[in-house]
C-alpha cells in the first residue's frame, strides 16, 4: 500500500487493479471520496447510505466497500495549507486506487484574484494582501483564485472521456410530455477544446505577441482588443474518445453513435473530430457497425441485426433533435464544449441535474462525481437533492460490474419519488409531495430496497 502523509488507509479492504486493459474488482474494495464543497457533505452522507445499503442487500455481506476519504477544495486548505487545494497525494491515491467518486467542488468564475472555498464568493485583494476574512461570509477560507479543481483532476490524470448518462426516472417531474423517450450517454471530451484554458487576455504582452503572429504572419483579421483563445482539437484526443464511445455501444447494444460537432463552421477541429471519429469506426470496428451513408446507399435504410449505426449531427441541430426526435439517439460523442451544453440540456429535459450523474474516465482511472454545483446558501441545512452523486455511485457500481447492487439504488429510487417524500426541489414540482432532508431521502431508499433484494453470491 502507498504511504500518505494525511490520507488514512483502510486498515482492512483491497486496490482495484487494471490488467489487459479492464478493471479488476475485490470483493472489499478500497475507493477514494471526497464529500465536496458546499452542501458537498451533506450529499455524501446520504450517498453512502444508500451505496452501503445497496451492496449489503445485494450481497448479503459478501461484498462490502472501504472507504477511504481524500482532499480536494475546501477540505484540502483544512488538511494542508490555504494554498493547497488539489494535493499530489489526492491525485496519486485517484490513480492507485482506480475508482473514486467526489461530491461538487467551487470552481471561480471571474478574474478576481481570490475566491472563498465556503461561500464561492470571489474578490480581490485588500491592501496588497491576501483578504483574512471572506467580504461575504467572513470565513477564513479565502484562498487565491484557481482555474478549476475538477478540470485539474482531469488534466492531471488523464481523464478524458467526460461520461453523462441522461435518462427520465418515473415520476421526477420535467417540462417535456414524453420524457421516457429520451434515454443517452453522451461522452464528451475532457482535456481539449476550450478546456485546455490556452487563453491570452486582453492588454497583455503576450496577448499583443499572439495578436502580432496571428494578424502579420498568418493573414487573420480580427479586432486588437480581443482576448484571444486557443482551441486544439486533435487526432489523439478526438480518435480515443470515440473508441471509448463506440466500444461503449458494442458492449451495452445500443444501437447508433452519433458524432456531433460544428465541422461546418470549423472544418479542421471539429470537422477533423467527425472525420477522425468515423475512421475509427471504419478501421477498428469495421464488422460491428454500418455508417450512416452506408445504411442508405447499400441497405435500403436497414439496419442490420446487432450492429451500431454511426452517425454525425451539427451541435446546433442537436440540440432541436434531442427535444424533438429524442428516441433516434443513443450514445453522442462530443468536442469539450458542445457536449458541455448538451448534457445540461438533456438534463433538463428529465428534471435537472440534481438527478444527472457523472463521470470522468482514462484508461484505468475513472472518478464519478455530482454534476451540479455547490449551492453553498444550503450548505449544512441538509436540504439539497442528493440524486446526482446517488447516481453518479450508480455508475461507479456498474463501473466496477456490481449490477446488481446498482439496480437496487434505481429500484429504491424511483420507489421514493413515487411516494412523493421528497427533497424540496422535487416538492414543489409535485402536487401532493412530502419535503424530506437529504438524509432522510437517502434512508428512506434504502429502507425501500428490501423489498426489491434478491442477495446472489459474489
Known amino acids: ?32 471520496y471526497f464529500p465536496g464543497d458546499g452542501t458537498g457533505p451533506d450529499l455524501w452522507k446520504a450517498t453512502q447510505i444508500v451505496l452501503d445499503g445497496a451492496v449489503k442487500h445485494a450481497y448479503a455481506g459478501k461484498r462490502e466497500i472501504s472507504w477511504m476519504e481524500i482532499a480536494a477544495g475546501l477540505t484540502a486548505l483544512q488538511w494542508y495549507d490555504k494554498d493547497t487545494v488539489l494535493p499530489e497525494e489526492t491525485l496519486e491515491a485517484i490513480k492507485e486506487y482506480r475508482v473514486s467518486i467526489k461530491g461538487p467542488l467551487t470552481t471561480p468564475v471571474g478574474g478576481h484574484k481570490y475566491v472563498c472555498l465556503v461561500c464561492s464568493k470571489e474578490q480581490n485583494e485588500l491592501n496588497d494582501k491576501r483578504p483574512e476574512t471572506c467580504i461575504s461570509c467572513k470565513s477564513e477560507w479565502v484562498t487565491p483564485r484557481f482555474r ?9 490524470l488523464d481523464l478524458y472521456a467526460c461520461v453523462r448518462p441522461v435518462r427520465w426516472y418515473t415520476g421526477v417531474p420535467c417540462p417535456v410530455k414524453e420524457p421516457q423517450k429520451l434515454d443517452i450517454v453522451l461522452f464528451r471530451e475532457n482535456t481539449e477544446d476550450v478546456y485546455a484554458g490556452i487563453e491570452f487576455e486582453k492588454g497583455t504582452p503576450d496577448q499583443a505577441q499572439v495578436y502580432e503572429f496571428l494578424t502579420k504572419t498568418m493573414g487573420k483579421k480580427f479586432r486588437q482588443d480581443s482576448g484571444i483563445g486557443i482551441k486544439p482539437i486533435s487526432e489523439t484526443g478526438s480518435k480515443r474518445l470515440i473508441r471509448m464511445a463506440i466500444q461503449y455501444a458494442v458492449d451495452h447494444k445500443k444501437p447508433s453513435v452519433t ?35 452506408e445504411l442508405w446507399d447499400d441497405l435500403n435504410g436497414k439496419l442490420p441485426a446487432g450492429k451500431v449505426l454511426i452517425k454525425d449531427r451539427i451541435a446546433d441541430q442537436t440540440f432541436q433533435q434531442l427535444l424533438l426526435r429524442p428516441d433516434e439517439y443513443s450514445v453522442l460523442a462530443t468536442p469539450n464544449l458542445n457536449g458541455d451544453y448538451i448534457s445540461d440540456a438533456a438534463a433538463a429535459q428529465v428534471g435537472g441535474l440534481g438527478i444527472a450523474p457523472g463521470a470522468n474516465i482514462g484508461d484505468g482511472v475513472a472518478c464519478f462525481e455530482a454534476t ?49 417524500r421528497v427533497t424540496y426541489d422535487l416538492e414543489r414540482q409535485m402536487p401532493g409531495a412530502t419535503t424530506v432532508k437529504t438524509s432522510q431521502f437517502g434512508a428512506e431508499i434504502v429502507k425501500n430496497m428490501e423489498s426489491f433484494r434478491t442477495p446472489v453470491a459474489a
Open 148 to 156: 478549476s479543481v475538477n478540470v485539474g483532476i482531469r488534466q492531471k
Open 259 to 293: 458524432i456531433v460537432h460544428k465541422g461546418n463552421i470549423q472544418k479542421f477541429t471539429e470537422g477533423a473530430f467527425r472525420d477522425w471519429g468515423y475512421e475509427v469506426a471504419k478501421t477498428e470496428f469495421r464488422d460491428k457497425v454500418v455508417t450512416e451513408a
Open 372 to 420: 451540479h454545483g455547490t449551492a453553498p446558501k444550503y450548505t449544512g441545512l441538509d436540504k439539497v437533492n442528493p440524486g446526482s452523486l446517488i447516481l453518479s455511485g450508480v455508475m461507479m457500481l456498474e463501473h466496477m460490474g456490481w449490477n446488481e447492487a446498482a439496480a437496487l439504488i434505481i429500484k429504491g429510487l424511483e420507489a421514493q419519488i413515487a411516494s412523493k
Open 1 to 32: 500500500m502507498p504511504t500518505f502523509k494525511k490520507i488514512k488507509v483502510p486498515a482492512k479492504g483491497s486496490k482495484i487493479t487494471y490488467k489487459n486493459g479492464k478493471i479488476e474488482v475485490p470483493n472489499d474494495p478500497i475507493i477514494p
